[in-house]
């Protein structure tokens, strides 16, 4: 499978997926950090792969969601943004309520 295949099917098997240097425990970058602490705040699993591990799809997928950075958080096979956005989101509440309803309906899929 090449790397762009792999790529959308990582966002397609994932309701909820961060695409992150290092992981939610060990993040390796300060944004990839406050991305993963909010989401792990919403409480429920998320998905996540780790670009520095992953060096082909850190070159790929930036390309493919035309977004340069990272971290991306992706919610039903839809780009939600990079650390910025999902720290606005889960001070607004906004995340908490996306997360919850994409966790929700990957159980009801399940």
Not at 5 to 22: F, R, T
Not at 33 to 55: I, T
Not at 84 to 108: H, Q, T, W
Request: include cysteine; proline fraction near 5%; hydrophobic fraction near 40%.
């Amino acid at each position: 499978m090449d790397t762009l295949e792999n790529i959308k099917q990582q966002i397609a098997d994932n309701a909820i997926l961060l695409y992150m240097k290092g992981s939610p425990n060990a993040p390796q970058c300060g944004f990839s950090m406050r991305a993963s602490q909010a989401l792990m705040a919403c409480g429920k699993r998320f998905a996540y792969v780790d670009v520095l591990a992953n060096p082909d799809i850190r070159a790929e997928l930036p390309k493919y969601a035309n977004w340069p950075t990272f971290p991306q958080l992706w919610v039903k096979g839809e780009l939600i943004g990079g650390c910025d956005i999902i720290v606005e989101m889960y001070e607004s509440g906004e995340l908490k309520k996306l997360i919850d309803e994409a966790a929700a309906e990957g159980e009801a899929g399940e």
